[in-house]
């Protein structure tokens, strides 16, 4: 098994809390990962028929089988919630119940409703590129863009752009059919091409809905069923006290690059470095990047983008408290001056503004660059920049 790098915190949170949950996209590694870290528990998979009817039907009884146990999918039987409360009210024996769930929303929802305060809260995105480090040569990175970073594909050597495929038709088939009822899969299949062609791109659900020719209501509960099951990130701009010159909108990226890639017809990972998106799709591995780091260490989102209406922009802003770390991502693989550019006047538009780490930039090279002002780090160093600063 390749180690998980959020494995630490999970086991320490699992030492202070009677319930841990797991929540994070299919396929990502959430049923590996715990099976081998909570090797002595039961383990139930609440999507065998079987089981979920069990837990349905009689919850006690199934709960007073499966005491401290792994629930994994706990979205198909949420009312266990209900009954787990009392249960871990009565004995806070910490890591008494280890839960799963594939969609954020619903399961946080139930979660806030049943068990605030009883259960750390974890989420597990598919491999970063420090966990693949040692098993493929991460500085190749159109091969890293294009094959994604899905589990699956590296423990079984599966070519991605047929696992991918697999996976697209499964989500779209079982998962949004348990979501919602949609009548023309095709149609929401489409929209979900269309939003790969805006990666980078500030939302417009407007523009959406008019190309596939739905409500504008429809998009926005497609947008949210996506981002819901771990599809799609929305990254939300900065605002600080500077909201009358910002934009509003947030941008649009994908939690996995590689189901971006298949989405957008690349077929291999020559055609990623043709592709007129590289940098977008660039971009979008690099956001996704530090939103694994983030969470592989327990934490939440910090992460916003900044642009106002002068059209100055920087790609991430990094925030710590009160302290922010601007970064800038550009997919060339030689560093030119011009990447400093808009950090520079972001800097002097803003000079009383806290950041005592500096800025960066991530490129398409592989060297580190020291400069004066800036930390220059290749993509495959997102963790190592991170944790010097951080």
């Known amino acids: 098994m390749i180690k998980r790098d959020i494995e630490n915190i999970l086991?320490?949170?699992?030492?202070?809390?009677?319930?841990?949950?797991?929540?994070?996209?299919?396929?990502?590694?959430k049923t590996t990962l715990i099976k081998y870290v909570f090797s002595d528990k039961k383990y139930v998979n609440l999507e065998t028929p079987d089981m979920r009817r069990f837990a349905l039907a009689d919850p006690r009884g199934f709960l007073n089988q499966y005491d401290n146990a792994i629930l994994d999918e706990i979205q198909r039987a949420p009312e266990l919630l209900s009954?787990?409360?009392?249960?871990?009210?009565?004995?806070?024996?910490?890591?008494?119940?280890?839960?799963?769930?594939?969609q954020q929303f619903e399961v946080l929802n139930n979660i806030s409703q049943s068990l605030a305060g009883r259960t750390a809260l974890l989420k597990l995105l598919p491999f970063s590129i420090a966990e693949i480090e040692g098993i493929v040569d991460i500085s190749l990175i159109d091969e890293l863009i294009y094959n994604g970073f899905y589990p699956r594909i590296y423990d079984m050597d599966i070519d991605a752009h047929q696992a991918i495929g697999d996976y697209i038709v499964t989500y779209v088939e079982r998962d949004i059919r348990q979501l919602i009822a949609i009548k023309d899969l095709n149609l929401f299949e489409e929209f979900l091409k269309l939003c790969a062609g805006r990666i980078g791109q500030l939302l417009n659900l407007q523009s959406?809905?008019?190309?596939?020719?739905?409500?504008?209501t429809t998009a926005r509960s497609w947008i949210s069923i996506l981002?819901?099951?771990?599809?799609?990130?929305?990254?939300?701009?900065?605002?600080?006290?500077?909201?009358?010159?910002?934009?509003?909108?947030?941008?649009?990226?994908f939690y996995d690059v590689g189901l971006a890639s298949y989405l957008l017809g690349i077929e291999n990972e020559k055609q990623v470095f043709r592709d007129p998106l590289r940098g977008n799709l660039f971009e979008n591995l690099i956001i996704i990047e530090v939103l694994k780091y983030r969470f592989n260490k327990g934490k939440k989102s910090n992460l916003y983008f900044y642009r106002d209406s002068k059209g100055l922009e920087i790609d991430l802003i990094y925030e710590v408290g009160k302290d922010i770390f601007p970064i800038e991502i550009k997919s060339g693989a030689t560093v030119s001056e011009d990447y400093f550019k808009n950090i520079k006047r972001f800097l002097h538009s803003y000079k009383t503004l806290p950041i005592p780490y500096g800025s960066a930039?991530?490129?398409?090279?592989?060297?580190?660059?020291?400069?004066?002002?800036?930390?220059?780090y290749p993509a495959s160093k997102v963790s190592e920049l991170l944790d010097i600063c951080f």
């Open 208 to 216: 959406l809905a008019n190309d596939v020719g739905i409500s504008h």
């Open 227 to 253: 981002e819901a099951s771990y599809i799609i990130f929305l990254l939300p701009p900065w605002f600080n006290n500077f909201s009358k010159r910002l934009v509003k909108s947030p941008k649009l990226y």
């Open 361 to 376: 930039v991530f490129y398409g090279g592989n060297e580190i660059q020291q400069r004066t002002d800036f930390k220059v």
């Open 83 to 102: 009954y787990i409360q009392p249960i871990v009210d009565e004995n806070k024996e910490p890591g008494r119940f280890i839960i799963t769930g594939s």
């Open 11 to 29: 086991i320490k949170l699992a030492t202070q809390y009677p319930v841990v949950t797991i929540t994070g996209p299919r396929q990502s590694g």
